[in-house]
């Protein structure tokens, strides 16, 4: 479903040009659940966001889901994210505002749904992730994994073809990590691609595939010499 070639971007801040991506292919299949790990700078956040069309890419080409979309507007990024395309981020990105009901509803006003579908949708979302009794709380009145859960809830209520994860569990505990990779994994069962940075090993282990990123490329993971390290250090 999505197809990466020759992918690169470059990033210019005054002088100082960063090659964030050299040259990336890249295929998934749908119902794939990927791990992307990698340090840091090395181009994680970078690919995702090019993945999930919010930034354009400056070479190469992209196709998801059969559209070509390596050249779109702004305004067509948009309707391509809006219609397929989730994210959840490390630090839960929800309005603090707004009631957890209205964040999960926030998102689906752009996808033409009637009030009734999107309550039915905000609904099933968080009885999906376990937070039916905190509809009326406001984001800073739950827990860290509890707020993830809701980003959860908001993420899966358009029903996307796939869902972009950056480092999800990366302000979690043991405890409440596992319960967003179990989420996680229930959601891919059910259909969902999922394409998630991480930098946990445990969670590397739950994915179907895992991809390696090194100064903007990708390295089969026995190629990385961090990788080669790490496995010559446990043995
Ligand atoms: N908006 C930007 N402007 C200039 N340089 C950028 C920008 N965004 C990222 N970069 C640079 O691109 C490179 C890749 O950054 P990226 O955020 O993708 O790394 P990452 O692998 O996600 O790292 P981390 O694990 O720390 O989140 C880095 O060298 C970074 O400094
Ligand atoms: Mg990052």
Redesign the pocket.
Same mark, same amino acid.
């Given at each position: 479903m999505l197809h990466m070639q020759s992918v690169t971007?470059v990033?210019?801040?005054g002088d100082?040009e960063?090659?964030?991506?050299r040259s990336i292919d890249l295929h998934l299949a749908k119902g794939e659940f990927v791990a992307i790990t &990698?340090?840091? &700078?090395? +181009?994680?956040?970078? %690919? %995702?966001?090019i993945m999930g069309l919010l930034?354009n890419i400056d070479g190469g080409t992209y196709t998801l889901d059969g559209k070509d979309v390596s050249r779109l507007s702004d305004g067509e990024c948009s309707r391509v994210r809006n219609e397929k395309i989730s994210f959840i981020f490390q630090s839960y990105n929800l309005i603090p505002d707004l009631s957890v009901a209205a964040n999960i509803e926030a998102p689906l006003r752009y996808r033409g749904y009637s009030a009734a579908e999107r309550r039915r949708r905000v609904e099933a979302a968080l009885g999906k992730v376990g937070l039916s009794t905190r509809a009326r709380h406001l984001p800073n009145q739950l827990s860290g994994g509890q707020q993830q859960r809701v980003a959860i809830a908001r993420a899966i209520a358009g029903s996307p073809a796939v869902i972009f994860a950056?480092?999800p569990t990366g302000n979690l505990d043991t405890q409440m990590s596992q319960q967003i990779m179990d989420l996680l994994q229930e959601i891919n069962r059910e259909g969902c691609t999922v394409v998630m940075?991480t930098?946990n090993d445990a969670h590397v282990e739950r994915a179907s595939r895992h991809i390696h990123?090194l100064d +903007?490329a990708i390295v089969t993971p026995a190629a990385s010499p961090q990788i080669a390290a790490v496995r010559g250090a446990a043995a």
């Open positions: 971007k990033y210019r801040a100082v960063t090659r964030a991506l &990698g340090p840091s &700078g090395s +181009g994680k956040t970078t %690919l %995702l966001n930034e950056d480092e940075v930098h990123i +903007g």
